[in-house]
Protein backbone atom coordinates (compact mmCIF):
# COMPACT_ATOMS: atom_id res chain seq x y z
CA UNK A 1 0.00 0.00 0.00
CA UNK A 2 0.81 3.34 -0.63
CA UNK A 3 -0.34 6.60 1.45
CA UNK A 4 -1.12 10.04 -0.04
CA UNK A 5 -1.78 12.52 2.03
CA UNK A 6 -3.56 15.85 1.04
CA UNK A 7 -3.83 17.99 4.02
CA UNK A 8 -5.23 20.78 1.69
CA UNK A 9 -7.81 18.79 -0.44
CA UNK A 10 -10.44 20.64 -3.00
CA UNK A 11 -13.37 20.20 -5.01
CA UNK A 12 -12.40 20.69 -8.67
CA UNK A 13 -14.67 22.18 -10.56
CA UNK A 14 -14.49 23.12 -14.30
CA UNK A 15 -16.65 25.52 -16.08
CA UNK A 16 -16.74 25.52 -20.02
CA UNK A 17 -17.83 28.60 -21.37
CA UNK A 18 -17.57 29.53 -25.16
CA UNK A 19 -15.23 32.88 -24.70
CA UNK A 20 -14.03 34.15 -21.41
CA UNK A 21 -14.52 38.04 -20.65
CA UNK A 22 -14.85 40.30 -17.98
CA UNK A 23 -17.50 42.48 -16.50
CA UNK A 24 -20.03 39.95 -19.02
CA UNK A 25 -22.21 37.31 -18.08
CA UNK A 26 -21.37 33.17 -19.34
CA UNK A 27 -23.42 30.55 -20.17
CA UNK A 28 -21.58 27.74 -19.01
CA UNK A 29 -21.71 25.01 -21.72
CA UNK A 30 -21.18 21.87 -18.74
CA UNK A 31 -19.38 22.02 -15.43
CA UNK A 32 -17.01 18.63 -14.30
CA UNK A 33 -16.81 18.01 -10.68
CA UNK A 34 -13.69 16.23 -9.49
CA UNK A 35 -11.67 15.28 -6.30
CA UNK A 36 -8.73 17.72 -6.14
CA UNK A 37 -5.53 18.47 -4.56
CA UNK A 38 -1.89 16.86 -5.44
CA UNK A 39 -2.21 13.64 -3.07
CA UNK A 40 -5.58 13.08 -4.48
CA UNK A 41 -4.33 13.49 -8.09
CA UNK A 42 -1.17 10.71 -6.97
CA UNK A 43 -3.61 8.58 -5.95
CA UNK A 44 -5.82 8.38 -8.79
CA UNK A 45 -3.17 7.76 -10.84
CA UNK A 46 -1.14 5.18 -8.50
CA UNK A 47 -4.76 3.10 -8.61
CA UNK A 48 -5.00 3.41 -12.15
CA UNK A 49 -1.46 1.70 -12.52
CA UNK A 50 -2.87 -1.21 -9.79
CA UNK A 51 -1.23 0.29 -6.96
CA UNK A 52 -3.77 -0.54 -3.40
CA UNK A 53 -3.22 3.56 -1.84
CA UNK A 54 -4.71 4.74 1.09
CA UNK A 55 -5.43 8.26 0.44
CA UNK A 56 -5.57 10.92 3.74
CA UNK A 57 -5.69 14.54 4.71
CA UNK A 58 -9.02 16.57 5.38
CA UNK A 59 -12.42 16.80 3.96
CA UNK A 60 -15.10 18.91 5.77
CA UNK A 61 -18.88 20.73 4.53
CA UNK A 62 -20.94 20.45 1.91
CA UNK A 63 -17.53 20.38 -1.13
CA UNK A 64 -15.82 17.83 1.44
CA UNK A 65 -18.80 15.11 0.65
CA UNK A 66 -19.34 15.72 -2.35
CA UNK A 67 -15.37 14.81 -3.21
CA UNK A 68 -15.42 11.62 -0.95
CA UNK A 69 -18.18 10.58 -3.34
CA UNK A 70 -16.44 11.30 -6.23
CA UNK A 71 -13.24 10.03 -5.18
CA UNK A 72 -15.64 6.44 -4.42
CA UNK A 73 -16.47 6.25 -7.93
CA UNK A 74 -13.13 6.85 -9.80
CA UNK A 75 -11.79 3.99 -11.63
CA UNK A 76 -10.31 1.17 -9.69
CA UNK A 77 -11.65 2.94 -6.99
CA UNK A 78 -11.61 -0.79 -5.47
CA UNK A 79 -7.80 0.16 -4.44
CA UNK A 80 -8.06 3.54 -2.92
CA UNK A 81 -9.19 3.63 0.80
CA UNK A 82 -10.93 6.89 1.99
CA UNK A 83 -9.18 7.77 5.36
CA UNK A 84 -9.71 11.68 4.80
CA UNK A 85 -10.14 12.79 8.06
CA UNK A 86 -13.26 14.99 8.46
CA UNK A 87 -13.33 18.71 9.68
CA UNK A 88 -15.78 21.33 10.43
CA UNK A 89 -14.33 23.74 7.97
CA UNK A 90 -15.48 23.19 4.65
CA UNK A 91 -12.98 22.06 2.24
CA UNK A 92 -12.64 24.33 -0.51
CA UNK A 93 -13.36 24.77 -4.18
CA UNK A 94 -10.72 24.88 -7.17
CA UNK A 95 -12.46 26.60 -10.00
CA UNK A 96 -11.24 26.47 -13.22
CA UNK A 97 -12.93 28.43 -16.14
CA UNK A 98 -12.43 27.28 -19.78
CA UNK A 99 -12.15 29.56 -22.42
CA UNK A 100 -13.45 26.89 -25.77
CA UNK A 101 -12.59 29.80 -28.05
CA UNK A 102 -8.96 30.29 -26.81
CA UNK A 103 -8.40 27.06 -24.94
CA UNK A 104 -6.70 28.30 -21.96
CA UNK A 105 -8.10 28.34 -18.38
CA UNK A 106 -8.31 30.89 -15.66
CA UNK A 107 -8.30 29.19 -12.00
CA UNK A 108 -10.20 30.79 -9.05
CA UNK A 109 -8.58 28.52 -5.90
CA UNK A 110 -10.17 29.21 -2.37
CA UNK A 111 -7.60 29.31 0.32
CA UNK A 112 -9.12 26.16 2.09
CA UNK A 113 -10.92 26.16 5.61
CA UNK A 114 -8.92 26.17 8.64
CA UNK A 115 -7.47 22.94 10.37
CA UNK A 116 -7.68 24.03 14.51
CA UNK A 117 -5.32 21.49 16.81
CA UNK A 118 -7.50 19.07 17.79
CA UNK A 119 -8.43 18.48 14.27
CA UNK A 120 -4.65 18.27 13.47
CA UNK A 121 -4.10 15.79 16.61
CA UNK A 122 -6.87 13.57 14.68
CA UNK A 123 -4.78 13.48 11.50
CA UNK A 124 -1.38 12.34 13.40
CA UNK A 125 -3.59 9.50 15.00
CA UNK A 126 -5.10 8.35 11.78
CA UNK A 127 -1.30 9.24 10.02
CA UNK A 128 0.33 7.04 12.80
CA UNK A 129 -2.11 4.18 12.01
CA UNK A 130 -1.08 4.21 8.37
CA UNK A 131 2.02 4.62 8.94
CA UNK A 132 2.67 0.97 11.58
CA UNK A 133 -0.55 -1.11 9.73
CA UNK A 134 2.66 -2.94 8.60
CA UNK A 135 1.56 -2.63 5.14
CA UNK A 136 2.91 0.98 3.68
CA UNK A 137 5.48 0.90 1.13
CA UNK A 138 5.67 4.46 1.16
CA UNK A 139 4.15 8.02 1.68
CA UNK A 140 3.60 10.91 -0.59
CA UNK A 141 3.05 14.17 1.05
CA UNK A 142 1.81 16.61 -1.45
CA UNK A 143 1.09 20.52 -1.76
CA UNK A 144 -0.08 23.51 0.16
CA UNK A 145 -1.11 23.41 3.68
CA UNK A 146 -4.15 25.59 4.91
CA UNK A 147 -4.61 28.07 6.97
CA UNK A 148 -4.15 26.87 10.69
CA UNK A 149 -1.59 24.49 10.44
CA UNK A 150 2.15 25.05 11.34
CA UNK A 151 4.38 25.60 8.98
CA UNK A 152 6.40 22.94 10.16
CA UNK A 153 3.95 20.18 9.74
CA UNK A 154 5.64 18.46 6.95
CA UNK A 155 8.76 18.75 8.97
CA UNK A 156 6.55 16.74 11.25
CA UNK A 157 4.86 14.08 8.99
CA UNK A 158 8.69 13.37 7.35
CA UNK A 159 9.82 12.59 10.81
CA UNK A 160 6.85 10.18 11.57
CA UNK A 161 7.43 8.29 8.31
CA UNK A 162 11.16 7.85 9.12
CA UNK A 163 10.73 6.69 12.52
CA UNK A 164 8.09 4.12 11.08
CA UNK A 165 10.91 3.44 8.48
CA UNK A 166 8.18 4.20 5.45
CA UNK A 167 9.54 5.96 2.55
CA UNK A 168 8.63 9.49 2.73
CA UNK A 169 8.29 11.61 -0.77
CA UNK A 170 7.68 15.57 0.37
CA UNK A 171 6.26 17.97 -3.00
CA UNK A 172 5.23 21.16 -1.85
CA UNK A 173 6.78 24.76 -2.11
CA UNK A 174 7.90 28.08 -0.32
CA UNK A 175 8.64 27.78 3.83
CA UNK A 176 7.13 24.37 4.23
CA UNK A 177 9.08 23.08 1.69
CA UNK A 178 12.11 24.30 3.33
CA UNK A 179 11.36 23.22 6.82
CA UNK A 180 10.08 19.59 5.71
CA UNK A 181 13.42 19.37 3.91
CA UNK A 182 15.51 19.96 7.18
CA UNK A 183 13.38 16.53 8.41
CA UNK A 184 15.13 14.67 5.95
CA UNK A 185 13.08 13.01 3.64
CA UNK A 186 13.80 10.45 1.26
CA UNK A 187 12.97 12.08 -2.00
CA UNK A 188 11.44 15.23 -3.12
CA UNK A 189 9.94 15.93 -6.33
CA UNK A 190 10.13 19.87 -6.79
CA UNK A 191 10.15 21.70 -9.92
CA UNK A 192 12.57 24.24 -12.19
CA UNK A 193 10.67 26.95 -9.52
CA UNK A 194 10.26 25.57 -6.44
CA UNK A 195 13.60 24.39 -6.57
CA UNK A 196 15.21 27.70 -7.29
CA UNK A 197 13.68 29.03 -4.60
CA UNK A 198 14.70 26.62 -1.92
CA UNK A 199 18.29 26.99 -3.42
CA UNK A 200 19.22 30.33 -4.75
CA UNK A 201 20.37 28.09 -8.08
CA UNK A 202 18.90 28.60 -11.47
CA UNK A 203 21.32 25.91 -13.01
CA UNK A 204 19.32 22.53 -12.17
CA UNK A 205 22.01 20.23 -11.52
CA UNK A 206 24.04 22.62 -9.12
CA UNK A 207 20.54 23.15 -7.14
CA UNK A 208 19.63 19.26 -6.92
CA UNK A 209 23.18 18.79 -5.17
CA UNK A 210 22.39 21.95 -3.07
CA UNK A 211 19.16 20.42 -2.04
CA UNK A 212 20.64 17.32 -1.03
CA UNK A 213 22.98 19.23 1.28
CA UNK A 214 20.08 20.61 2.58
CA UNK A 215 18.60 17.33 3.91
CA UNK A 216 16.75 15.40 0.77
CA UNK A 217 18.06 12.19 0.43
CA UNK A 218 17.43 12.33 -3.22
CA UNK A 219 16.22 14.77 -5.14
CA UNK A 220 13.70 14.35 -8.53
CA UNK A 221 13.60 17.86 -10.04
CA UNK A 222 10.63 18.21 -12.74
CA UNK A 223 11.92 20.74 -14.90
CA UNK A 224 8.82 20.38 -17.75
CA UNK A 225 8.98 19.64 -21.39
CA UNK A 226 13.02 18.71 -20.42
CA UNK A 227 11.70 16.01 -18.16
CA UNK A 228 13.33 15.07 -14.37
CA UNK A 229 16.52 15.36 -12.94
CA UNK A 230 17.23 12.99 -10.24
CA UNK A 231 20.71 12.73 -8.04
CA UNK A 232 21.26 10.23 -4.70
CA UNK A 233 23.95 9.04 -2.59
CA UNK A 234 24.85 6.71 -5.87
CA UNK A 235 24.57 8.72 -9.13
CA UNK A 236 22.48 11.01 -11.34
CA UNK A 237 20.15 10.54 -14.08
CA UNK A 238 18.26 12.90 -16.62
CA UNK A 239 15.02 11.25 -18.07
CA UNK A 240 13.87 13.58 -21.16
CA UNK A 241 10.32 12.73 -22.90
CA UNK A 242 11.00 12.45 -26.89
CA UNK A 243 10.22 15.65 -27.66
CA UNK A 244 7.74 18.78 -25.85
CA UNK A 245 4.00 18.14 -26.12
CA UNK A 246 1.06 20.71 -25.65
CA UNK A 247 -1.64 20.09 -23.91
CA UNK A 248 -2.98 21.20 -20.02
CA UNK A 249 0.51 20.60 -17.91
CA UNK A 250 -1.40 20.66 -14.55
CA UNK A 251 -0.87 18.03 -12.77
CA UNK A 252 1.75 16.69 -14.60
CA UNK A 253 4.18 16.93 -11.53
CA UNK A 254 1.91 15.06 -9.68
CA UNK A 255 1.89 11.69 -12.14
CA UNK A 256 5.85 12.37 -12.19
CA UNK A 257 5.37 11.55 -8.33
CA UNK A 258 3.08 8.76 -9.22
CA UNK A 259 5.34 7.12 -11.24
CA UNK A 260 8.14 7.49 -8.80
CA UNK A 261 6.47 5.69 -6.03
CA UNK A 262 4.87 3.40 -8.06
CA UNK A 263 7.90 2.42 -9.35
CA UNK A 264 10.11 2.50 -6.06
CA UNK A 265 7.19 0.19 -4.56
CA UNK A 266 7.68 -1.93 -7.70
CA UNK A 267 11.28 -2.48 -6.86
CA UNK A 268 12.52 -0.53 -10.37
CA UNK A 269 15.84 0.63 -10.24
CA UNK A 270 16.20 4.85 -11.07
CA UNK A 271 16.37 4.22 -14.71
CA UNK A 272 12.95 2.81 -15.13
CA UNK A 273 11.77 4.92 -12.36
CA UNK A 274 12.40 7.86 -14.05
CA UNK A 275 11.39 6.90 -17.27
CA UNK A 276 7.82 5.63 -16.29
CA UNK A 277 7.77 8.94 -14.18
CA UNK A 278 8.50 11.01 -17.35
CA UNK A 279 6.11 9.03 -19.63
CA UNK A 280 3.31 9.02 -17.42
CA UNK A 281 3.60 12.80 -16.55
CA UNK A 282 3.99 13.60 -20.30
CA UNK A 283 0.99 11.15 -20.85
CA UNK A 284 -0.72 13.51 -18.16
CA UNK A 285 -0.05 16.73 -20.36
CA UNK A 286 -2.04 15.42 -23.39
CA UNK A 287 -4.77 14.33 -21.74
CA UNK A 288 -7.84 17.31 -21.45
CA UNK A 289 -8.57 16.89 -17.39
CA UNK A 290 -5.90 18.63 -15.09
CA UNK A 291 -4.38 15.07 -13.38
CA UNK A 292 -5.87 12.26 -15.97
CA UNK A 293 -3.53 10.28 -17.98
CA UNK A 294 -3.95 9.10 -21.38
CA UNK A 295 -2.85 5.37 -21.13
CA UNK A 296 -2.32 5.05 -25.04
CA UNK A 297 0.19 8.23 -24.79
CA UNK A 298 1.66 6.65 -21.69
CA UNK A 299 2.34 3.01 -23.58
CA UNK A 300 3.86 4.48 -26.29
CA UNK A 301 6.01 7.08 -24.93
CA UNK A 302 7.32 4.61 -22.40
CA UNK A 303 9.79 2.77 -24.56
CA UNK A 304 10.86 6.70 -26.01
CA UNK A 305 12.27 8.40 -23.01
CA UNK A 306 15.83 8.56 -23.17
CA UNK A 307 17.41 8.13 -19.50
CA UNK A 308 21.34 9.26 -19.53
CA UNK A 309 23.68 8.94 -16.57
CA UNK A 310 24.26 12.90 -15.36
CA UNK A 311 26.87 14.08 -12.70
CA UNK A 312 25.98 12.75 -9.29
N1 LIG B 1 5.32 20.24 -22.39
C1 LIG B 1 5.67 19.05 -21.93
N2 LIG B 1 5.98 18.05 -22.79
C2 LIG B 1 6.33 16.82 -22.34
N3 LIG B 1 6.38 16.51 -21.03
C3 LIG B 1 6.09 17.46 -20.12
C4 LIG B 1 5.71 18.77 -20.53
N4 LIG B 1 5.46 19.50 -19.40
C5 LIG B 1 5.66 18.66 -18.36
N5 LIG B 1 6.04 17.44 -18.77
C6 LIG B 1 6.33 16.25 -17.94
O1 LIG B 1 5.70 16.46 -16.68
C7 LIG B 1 6.68 16.49 -15.64
C8 LIG B 1 6.24 17.45 -14.56
O2 LIG B 1 6.09 18.75 -15.11
P1 LIG B 1 6.45 20.06 -14.29
O3 LIG B 1 7.91 20.13 -14.08
O4 LIG B 1 5.80 21.19 -14.99
O5 LIG B 1 5.73 19.74 -12.89
P2 LIG B 1 4.98 20.63 -11.80
O6 LIG B 1 5.23 22.08 -12.04
O7 LIG B 1 5.33 20.06 -10.50
O8 LIG B 1 3.46 20.28 -12.14
P3 LIG B 1 2.16 20.30 -11.17
O9 LIG B 1 2.62 20.69 -9.81
O10 LIG B 1 1.20 21.26 -11.81
O11 LIG B 1 1.59 18.93 -11.21
C9 LIG B 1 7.98 16.83 -16.33
O12 LIG B 1 9.09 16.34 -15.60
C10 LIG B 1 7.81 16.12 -17.67
O13 LIG B 1 8.13 14.74 -17.55
MG1 LIG C 1 4.25 20.32 -8.66
Not at 5 to 31: C, E, F, M, Q
Request: hydrophobic share 45%; glycine share 12%; charged share 20%.
Amino acid sequence: MIITVTLNAALDVTYRVPSLRPHATHRVVDTIERPGGKGLNVARVLAALGHRTAVTGFAGGPAGGELRRLLAAVPRADLLTDALVPIAGATRRTVGVVDIAGGDTTMFNEPGPTVGPAEWASFLDVYRGLLTSGDARGVALCGSLPPGLPVGAYAELVREARTAGVYVLLDTSGEPLRRGLAARPDLIKPNAEELTWLTGFSDPARAARDARRRGARAVAASLGAQGILALDETGGWQAAPPGSLSGNPTGAGDSAVAGLLSGLAEGLPWPERLARAVALSAATVVAPAAGEYDRETYEKLLPRVQVTAAAP
